[in-house]
């Protein structure tokens, strides 16, 4: 893998598992995962530009209502960010996320304002989240962690970790994303 390669496209890499050029990127546009994180990444890179970073906020938040994704530029999510599927899917702005993890519809990654868990959470790299779980609270999620569809979680959860179920139950597994992750960055 070569270091200079864009984010963009090593969003795009997680997809199809190629390089490819800004043309075949904007081919690829046509699935509505990929756009908005095009989008989405356009609007990050230009985020503190007066007059362009209002351009691409405008944009991202067209293709916000249009796709029901709620992620916003101000979200930390490190490089081969990949959506899963088309469908509603809401992450707090001041959520942190690793590189390589895969968000699945349906999922929200929520703030917590009360209690001991006060805060958003910090998910690791290599994070698999299933579809329709919830995550909530100022919790961190360690590396190589899968949270099985329909999980509602709000405690921490250690590297190498499948976690299961409302409430949630947490099992060590050494290579938990092994055949969840593809095509990693």
Known sequence: MAENHSIIQKDFFRESGKWLTTFQIWLKCFNPNLHYVYILRKSQKYHKTPILGLYWKLVLRHFQI???FQIYPETEIGEGFYLGHWGMV???PKV???KNCNIAQGVSIAQSNRGKQKGTPKLGDEVWVGPNAV???GITIGDNVIIAPNT????DVPSNSLVIGNPCR???IA?????YINNRV
């Open 66 to 68: 249009k796709y029901g």
């Open 96 to 98: 942190i996320i690793g």
């Open 175 to 179: 290579n938990a994303t092994e055949d």
């Open 135 to 137: 995550i909530a609270g």
């Open 90 to 92: 809401a992450i707090n």
């Open 170 to 172: 947490i099992f060590n």
């Open 152 to 155: 509602y979680l709000s405690e």
